[in-house]
């Protein structure tokens, strides 16, 4: 086909490719959920089926995109890990960003009546990205250690927060000054002495957060004549609620830091 004279226009363009031979990691976040989790009246400090819904949403994520190995996800916001060697557009990070977000929001909206069949989703979900490329598997660990212990911080904090306001009938600003300096341990306190919870017992959703990657799993694929059953080892997205800081779980899972 003829360039015509409008083409000069595509030289506009910036390259924006991605470091090579990175982990690159895009995290979305829920614009204003605020204000989304209130209109729709999630529970709090947790929603079950507010997290069931995401979980299930970066499922679909890593079942569409296999360069995708591991993703970590709490409250309204998600993180994706694209292997080192992915050419996924070419490394392009506004088509990575762009069709990571677009695809999760489409999946939210589509998968809403799943988990909350009684609800008409009040507003419009939107979610925000960024992408970050990590050179070592240390800084990509340390990553999700980060987000992890984030988690743990303020799952802590909004579980005494609303037991105190919801269980103990403390304003919001009470509730505030009574948490004010105090550490991990005093919390823990406050929850036993106060409500009788022992913090570890809390589900491990809540205390964890998720993760979704692909697992090796044992599946029947026939049976023998004689009934006998015949398993091969098969990769399967799997959610689960474990501990990304401690070694262990690389050391389980060694093919996704080794892809
Ligand atoms: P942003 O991200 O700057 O647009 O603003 P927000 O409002 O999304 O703020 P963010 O992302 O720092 O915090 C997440 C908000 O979502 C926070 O206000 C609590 C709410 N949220 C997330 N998950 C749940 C849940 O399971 N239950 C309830 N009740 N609220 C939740
Ligand atoms: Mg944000
Ligand atoms: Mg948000
Ligand atoms: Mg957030
Ligand atoms: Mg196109």
């Excluded at 299930?56 to 890593?62: E, F, K, P, Q």
């Excluded at 993703?71 to 960003?97: A, N």
Aim: a positive charge; hydrophobic letters at 35%.
């Amino acid at each position: 086909m003829a360039n015509s004279k409008y083409e000069y226009v595509k030289s506009f363009e910036v390259v924006d490719k991605l470091m090579p031979n990175t982990w690159i990691v895009v995290r979305i976040d829920g614009r204003n959920f605020h204000r989304f989790s209130a209109e729709n009246e999630f529970e709090k400090p947790n929603d079950v089926q507010a997290l069931n819904l995401m979980n299930s949403c970066a499922v679909a994520m890593l079942e569409e995109f296999p360069d995708i190995i591991f993703s970590y996800g709490v409250s309204d916001e998600y993180s994706f890990v694209f292997k080192r060697t992915s050419q996924f557009y070419e490394r392009r990070s506004s088509k990575i960003l762009s069709i990571t977000v677009s695809f999760f929001t489409a999946n939210y909206v589509m998968k809403w009546k799943e988990f909350f069949p009684q609800k008409d989703m009040r507003l419009v979900p939107s979610f925000d990205g960024r992408v970050v490329c990590y050179p070592s598997n240390e800084n990509l660990r340390h990553y999700w250690a980060w987000r992890q212990v984030d988690c743990h911080i303020n799952n802590q904090y909004n579980t005494c927060f609303w037991m105190l306001v919801l269980n103990k009938g403390k304003t919001k600003k009470e509730a505030q000054d009574i948490l004010k300096g105090t550490q991990t341990q005093d919390k823990n306190e406050l929850l036993f002495q106060q409500f009788g919870i022992n913090y570890s017992n809390l589900p491990a959703i809540f205390r964890k957060g998720s993760c979704v990657f692909k697992d090796k799993v044992e599946e029947i694929v026939k049976h023998t004549e004689s009934g006998d059953p015949v398993k091969r080892l098969r990769k399967k997205v799997v959610v689960s609620h474990c501990d990304v800081i401690e070694d262990r779980f690389w050391k389980d899972h060694p093919w996704i830091l080794d892809e």
